[in-house]
């Protein structure tokens, strides 16, 4: 017996997101022929639970459990390489992009390999929160040569058989994985294109700002480092034998 082909799988990574994630499945659940993939990180709270209600009464829901928490990456990753459909979409739990923001990325999958959300909102952030994420999207597109607008949305849509080859040299597992998704798509020539979406945020955020900055300083370093070495090695000539 063959799988069901969906014109559409979405991923939903979850950690200790039992507050919403019943309002945001049944929200996605209304969209036809679509496949909802939920991958868990390890939750502690009542997430696993509600969700495998759906699983329960749904055909086309699938769980992931995974063991290992924060590895936000990793938990998406499992989601698109059990996806039974072409086109694969990750959205956060809160699903602050709407179902809006999932049919705009969509709709651009039919012509890009890598479609990105990049957040509209009305929403003031704190001074430094603002200064933090531009300065850091300043540096990505000046060390890589990169026009990209927002690399942390959590609305991001591909073609499979384009990025599962993409997954593969991915490092970074954790929050990062989206920085680093992009980077390397870019340099494997994927084509990309970001749209925007009103973005309402639904909670509190939980990201300690100046910590998560300097992780991410950090990790974009060890990134440019390794691509720019892996580059040198690629075009450096080789010596005639005399």
Same mark, same amino acid.
């Given at each position: 017996?063959?799988?069901?082909?969906?014109?559409?799988?979405?991923?939903?990574?979850?950690? @200790?997101?039992?507050?919403?994630?019943?309002?945001?499945?049944?929200? %996605?659940?209304?969209?036809?022929?679509?496949?909802?993939?939920?991958?868990?990180?390890?939750?502690?709270?009542?997430?696993? *639970?509600? %969700?495998?209600?759906?699983? $329960?009464?749904?055909? @086309?829901?699938?769980?992931?459990?995974?063991? +290992?928490?924060?590895?936000?990456?990793?938990?998406?990753? #499992?989601?698109?390489?059990?996806?039974?459909?072409?086109?694969? %979409?990750?959205?956060?739990?809160?699903?602050?992009?709407?179902?809006?923001?999932?049919?705009?990325?969509?709709?651009?999958?039919? @012509?890009?390999? *890598?479609?990105?959300?990049?957040?509209?909102?009305?929403? /003031?952030?704190?001074?430094?929160? #603002?200064?933090?994420?531009?300065?850091?999207?300043?540096?990505?597109?000046?060390?890589?040569?990169?026009?990209? /607008?927002?690399?942390?949305?959590?609305?991001?849509?591909?073609?499979?058989?384009?990025? *599962?080859?993409?997954?593969?040299?991915?490092?970074?597992?954790?929050?990062?994985?989206?920085?680093?998704? %992009?980077?390397?798509? $870019?340099?494997?020539?994927?084509?990309?294109?970001?749209?925007?979406?009103?973005?309402?945020?639904?909670?509190?955020?939980?990201?300690?700002?100046?910590?998560?900055?300097?992780?991410? =300083?950090?990790?974009? +370093?060890?990134?440019?480092?390794?691509?720019?070495?892996?580059?040198?090695? =690629?075009?450096?000539?080789?010596?005639? /034998?005399?």
């Amino acid at each position: 017996m063959t799988n069901k082909l969906f014109m559409l799988s979405i991923v939903i990574p979850t950690y @200790n997101e039992s507050e919403i994630i019943e309002e945001s499945v049944k929200e %996605i659940l209304k969209l036809k022929n679509i496949e909802l993939i939920i991958s868990d990180g390890g939750s502690t709270d009542n997430t696993l *639970l509600k %969700i495998k209600k759906f699983k $329960q009464s749904c055909k @086309n829901v699938k769980v992931i459990e995974n063991k +290992i928490k924060g590895r936000k990456g990793f938990d998406i990753e #499992n989601g698109i390489k059990i996806s039974s459909s072409k086109f694969c %979409i990750f959205v956060d739990a809160d699903l602050s992009c709407g179902i809006s923001g999932i049919l705009k990325v969509s709709k651009e999958l039919k @012509n890009y390999d *890598l479609v990105i959300g990049y957040r509209v909102s009305k929403k /003031k952030r704190t001074f430094l929160r #603002n200064f933090l994420t531009r300065s850091y999207i300043l540096l990505i597109n000046f060390l890589f040569k990169m026009k990209i /607008k927002d690399y942390q949305c959590g609305l991001k849509g591909f073609r499979k058989e384009k990025i *599962l080859p993409i997954l593969e040299k991915i490092k970074n597992k954790d929050f990062f994985w989206d920085t680093e998704l %992009i980077i390397r798509s $870019q340099k494997s020539n994927l084509k990309i294109k970001e749209v925007p979406v009103t973005w309402i945020e639904k909670r509190k955020s939980k990201i300690k700002v100046l910590r998560t900055s300097l992780k991410f =300083l950090l990790k974009l +370093i060890f990134t440019y480092r390794h691509l720019s070495s892996h580059r040198t090695i =690629l075009m450096k000539p080789r010596t005639k /034998k005399s």
